[in-house]
């Protein structure tokens, strides 16, 4: 797909902040209180066919890569990968913002899944990238930004679920 650069349109789509940031579905999402946890607990046989199953539906809404990162013992983070062409951090604009939409509509549905299974799930902005790095989705470049085999830097790295349902990490924090 060939992307406008000459068009004043679409330049501001992409890289000018809307006047009210509420028009931003990002912002909105963030406003959000998460739903609770349910007191019904599933019982978790297979924490590997558990962890197929939380990556798959990760992918089903969006998500490019997902990878799953031991924090401590019985603690993981669940780390969603959307490729981007434009850095959600530098385009503010409303086009700007699609991969962070993508990923927080990704981690949200997926912590209400966890979250209905009766575990905790919830999400946390810090150290992401690294996360996404031990989660084994690519490696760090010398300014700390993750970098895919299958995107490059073309990334955006969404907030990390943290979750006590039984899985299986990819990798360690």
Known sequence: MRLPTDDPYWDAFINRAPADPNNLIPHGFRQVTPGGVNPARTE??????????????????????????ALEPDRFGVVCVMRSDYDPQVAVGIGGQ???????????????????????????????????????????????RLVTRQFGRNVHVADVLITDLPLEPDGRA
Request: net charge negative.
């Open 44 to 69: 978790v046989h297979s924490p590997n066919v558990m962890s197929s199953h939380v990556k798959e539906l990760a992918q089903f809404y969006g998500a490019d890569l997902v990878g799953i990162v």
């Open 98 to 144: 699609t991969p962070a939409l993508k990923g927080l509509f990704a981690s949200f549905t997926v912590g209400a899944y966890i979250r209905e299974l009766g575990y905790a799930a919830d999400s946390s902005g810090a150290e992401k990238e690294r996360f996404a790095a031990a989660a084994r989705l690519g490696t760090l470049d010398a300014e700390g």
